[in-house]
């Protein structure tokens, strides 16, 4: 007993309900008999449920009604009508109240079985991308949402392609939940397949494009959510020996480029529809280039970190934010961001978010 009420999660708290126990008894038998404080005593399990499980709650219920008796035997005896109602009123709410702490309990475990799942089914797809990816250092992090019973559809990869060039995409697929994992799939297939066989990034954009066109609707939950699906995407080519990468837009947060001390959005000039628009005539895909040297460091994000909102309702500035970091290596680059979104929020995030930070390697420039 000892065990259970100290050295178990919220086991200190347990004092709190036995002393009102204590506390109210002591008061309602010095009382005069017209004074009935013993119907106070439900307070005791209803407390109890907040913090702990049905055998807490049902110990202190059954603690409330063996005061509840106690009290009567000192007011009249237990044959009183009063009295007999009292304790039977108590027992049946101390009963309520335990078979509510364990319907919250029962509800509480598939929440945490079905977001393990979930988790799981996410890490295999995502398959997180190494440290080093060619001449590129990365780093990455995914920030799930506050609301635990949904997996966001927030996805990323970075691989090798031939020519000696590295290509990365990260997107975000509309919905949420299980069917919004399935969906990421598609694009996450189509584009490791992609990115070893195209020659150029319109081309591999058009292959995920068909892709997403042909399987989308096999895997969304257009029963639970019959709107538009479809995938925003940024993606990148980033040659190993050139000072310069190319980028596609089609319809994500433009990238922040880091460079020193300066801090440049990377808008697109041409951008691209998100992909799995397929009633749209088929658009052509123009890449934007733009310099990337060594020691740069490219940052792309998913809408969750910039749509972010503080308790008083501001989103957060990313761009602002970030450029007045010190330089850094891309882990510790998100390391600072995470506690810093963390900070302007307050708490967990509203939605989930991903972010990934890409630094072409420099010998001359070593950074933790």
Not at 231 to 243: K, S
Not at 250 to 279: M, N
Not at 355 to 368: C, G, Q, W
């Amino acid at each position: 007993m000892d065990h259970l009420l100290t050295r178990s999660p919220g086991g200190a708290l347990m004092v709190i309900p036995l002393a009102l126990i204590v506390v109210i008894s002591a008061v309602d038998v010095r009382s005069p008999e017209y004074v009935h404080l013993g119907p106070l005593l439900v307070i005791a399990p209803a407390l109890t449920a907040s913090f702990g499980g049905p055998l807490r709650t049902a110990m202190v219920g059954g603690a409330a009604v063996a005061a509840q008796i106690f009290i009567a035997v000192f007011h009249g005896g237990l044959t009183t009508a009063n009295h007999v109602a009292q304790i039977i009123a108590l027992a049946v709410l101390s009963a309520l109240v335990v078979f509510f702490c364990h319907v919250r309990e029962r509800r509480g475990q598939e929440l945490t079985r079905v977001r393990s799942v979930a988790e799981t089914a996410q890490r295999v797809l995502l398959r997180p991308p190494p440290g080093r990816v060619g001449p590129l250092r990365v780093a990455w992090r995914y920030l799930a949402a506050e609301d635990d019973t949904q997996i966001g559809g927030d996805l990323f990869a970075v691989t090798r392609a031939g020519g000696r060039n590295s290509r990365v995409i990260i997107g975000d697929v509309r919905g949420k939940g299980l069917a919004a994992i399935g969906e990421a799939s598609v694009v996450l297939g189509a584009f490791r397949e992609g990115a070893r066989r195209c020659p150029g990034l319109p081309e591999l954009v058009e292959v995920i494009e068909e892709s997403v066109c042909q399987d989308l609707e096999d895997v969304s939950d257009t029963t639970a959510d019959p709107g538009e699906h479809f995938v925003t995407g940024l993606l990148l080519q980033i040659p190993d020996d050139e000072g310069h990468a190319e980028m596609i837009n089609c319809g994500h947060p433009p990238p922040l480029l880091l460079r020193d001390r300066r801090t440049t959005v990377l808008y697109a000039a041409r951008p691209s529809p998100p992909l799995g628009l397929c009633g749209l005539p088929a658009p052509e895909h123009h890449g934007d280039v733009f310099a990337f040297e060594r020691g740069d460091t490219l940052l792309l994000y998913t809408d969750g970190v910039i749509e972010a909102r503080s308790p008083e309702g501001e989103f957060y500035p990313l761009a602002e934010r970030v450029a007045s970091f010190p330089p850094s290596g891309p882990e510790a680059l998100l390391e600072r961001l995470h506690r810093d979104l963390v900070a302007h929020t307050g708490g967990p995030l509203g939605d989930d978010a991903a972010m990934l930070a890409v630094e072409r390697a420099s010998s001359d420039v070593i950074r933790p």
